[in-house]
């Protein structure tokens, strides 16, 4: 699949995405936890953000692979759970078209699936998500992004 599907940006700063996790984690906090399993890498910063809030220090890895940047490739496991995820809490940062998410529901049927950001072909796959966000907007994280010079407007007007 090629970047062309993406039309729209929703950027998403360090701040705004700790808001949006404790938000998340408002709707989390009256469950008892085994654990908490974030999918790799995307997962493991929501992980931490919501470990601090739900007090939960025992934390796994499903480690999976499918974007190179925009370009979704083929899906590779590259580390699974030796058990069906019952009373885990599963996490990613986002479902896109739902891929990684079937991918991993299967692998962990029983598991309470949440995601910070949803589009909606992949919505229908978790438990539970905070913000939904269009299927044509690639979402920009904090840590694929730079503070970065820029011009000013009078400057770019003149060329
Ligand atoms: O719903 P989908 O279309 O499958 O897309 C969502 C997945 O894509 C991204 O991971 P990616 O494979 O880019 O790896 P990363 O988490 O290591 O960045 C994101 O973190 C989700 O895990
Ligand atoms: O919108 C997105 N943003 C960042 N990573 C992603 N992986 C799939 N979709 C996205
Ligand atoms: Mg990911």
Redesign the pocket.
Known sequence: MSTHR?HQH?TVSWDQLHRDVRELCHQLVERDFKGIIAITR?GLIPAALIARELNVRLIDTVCIK??DH?E?GGLEVMKGVEHDGDGWLLVD??V??GKTARRVREMLPKAHFVTV?A?PEGRPLVDQYLTE?AQD?????PW?MGVAYVEPLADQIKR
């Open positions: 993406y929703f995307g499918s974007y925009m979704q940062d986002l896109d078209t950001y589009k966000v907007c690639w979402i920009q994280f694929d």
